[in-house]
Structure formats: C-alpha cells, structure tokens
C-alpha cells in the first residue's frame, strides 16, 4: 500500500521531535547561568590581581606619590617590603580620586588602573578597629555603586609604615 502512513511512524517521529526539542530547550537555557558563572570568576580573577598588584608593588616610579600624575605608570602601596603599605601613597590615591578640581576624578585613577569602562574598583583601607586610614574608608571609588552588578570583594591585611605599625585592612572590590 503506497501513500500510507504507519501510527507506528507517526508516534516515532512525535516522540523523536519532542526528545530533540526538549534537550535543545535544556541546553538553550544552560547557557546564561554558564555565561553568569564565567563573568563571576573573571570578576574574582580581576579583584585577585589588582589586590596582589596594589598591595604587594611599590608602583612605578616607586615614589609616585610625589610625582605629577601624568608620570606615573603604575600605581602600588608597598614601601618595598612585603605586607608593609605607604601611608602617604593612600593618601596620595585618595587626594587624587577626589573629582576634579581638586584631584585627578576617578575616571583618571581608573584608566591608569588599566580597567576598561565594564569594570569598577573600590579600594577602602581601615584599621581592624574599623577606623579608617585616611580621611574616609573609601580610599577610591565610583561616585555611584551598583549593588546589582557582579562584584567580587578580595581583603588583604598589611602594617601601615607609621610610628605605631598599626595592622590595617584593605579591600579591594572589582565590580562588573
């Protein structure tokens, strides 16, 4: 019998175009938490770099802190020695963060940092009482923080070069 159709076919092919709609429909929707879960490693991965950077360089020149802000190349707080951060470069970071005209602005603190405009970086320093280093425990920031976007927050512990040698906190937040 030419033309006709088994039910036997017809429920086969039912059957297959469901399983192949519903593994497509499954993979389809895998993708953005797979594409979520990139974006946060990549953030974890960026707040790992710049804390090891910032908190273990002297940054270029080493004393940039006394240099016009278009010499220096690389912003860091060690003095040199390691886990011992530079009260005047925190200074000097949080002086420049102010907006314009009385520091550099945060944007231009940024770009030196190397992060491109999907990112930004918090870095507050405080002593383990709370107390903040410098004038504020936001030693540079964005003047708006997103608390939607994916940040990653890396907590660094160090000795502050003054008299005391007091210990002090610093957190470094990338947010993307």
Same mark, same amino acid.
């Given at each position: !019998?030419?033309?006709?159709?088994?039910?036997?076919?017809? $429920?086969?092919? %039912?059957?297959f175009?469901?399983?192949?709609? @519903?593994? =497509?429909?499954?993979?389809?929707?895998?993708?953005?938490?797979?594409?979520?879960?990139?974006?946060?490693?990549?953030?974890?991965s960026?707040?790992y770099q710049?804390?090891?950077?910032?908190? !273990?360089d002297?940054?270029?020149?080493?004393?940039?802190? $006394?240099?016009? %802000?278009a010499?220096?190349?690389?912003?860091? @707080?060690? =003095?040199?020695?390691?886990?011992?951060?530079?009260?005047?470069?925190?200074?000097?970071?949080?002086?420049?963060c102010q907006?314009?005209?009385?520091?550099?602005?945060y944007?231009?603190v940024?770009?030196?940092?190397g992060?491109?405009?999907?990112?930004? $970086?918090t870095?507050?320093?405080?002593?383990?009482?709370?107390?903040?280093? =410098?004038a504020?425990?936001?030693?540079c920031g964005?003047?708006?923080?997103?608390?939607l976007?994916?940040?990653?927050?890396?907590?660094?512990?160090?000795?502050?070069?003054t008299?005391?040698?007091?210990?002090?906190?610093?957190?470094?937040t990338?947010?993307?």
């Amino acid at each position: !019998m030419k033309g006709v159709i088994e039910i036997e076919f017809i $429920i086969s092919v %039912f059957i297959f175009i469901t399983t192949m709609s @519903f593994v =497509t429909f499954l993979i389809v929707s895998s993708i953005p938490a797979f594409h979520n879960t990139a974006v946060g490693e990549l953030v974890k991965s960026r707040s790992y770099q710049f804390a090891e950077i910032m908190f !273990m360089d002297e940054g270029s020149p080493t004393n940039w802190q $006394i240099q016009p %802000f278009a010499d220096v190349k690389r912003i860091g @707080f060690s =003095t040199g020695k390691r886990y011992v951060i530079d009260q005047s470069k925190l200074d000097q970071l949080a002086a420049l963060c102010q907006p314009e005209p009385a520091g550099a602005g945060y944007q231009s603190v940024k770009n030196r940092l190397g992060l491109d405009s999907n990112y930004d $970086i918090t870095i507050e320093a405080s002593y383990l009482d709370g107390a903040p280093v =410098t004038a504020e425990a936001v030693v540079c920031g964005p003047l708006i923080v997103s608390q939607l976007r994916q940040q990653f927050h890396f907590t660094r512990l160090g000795i502050l070069n003054t008299a005391d040698q007091k210990m002090i906190r610093m957190i470094f937040t990338i947010t993307r």
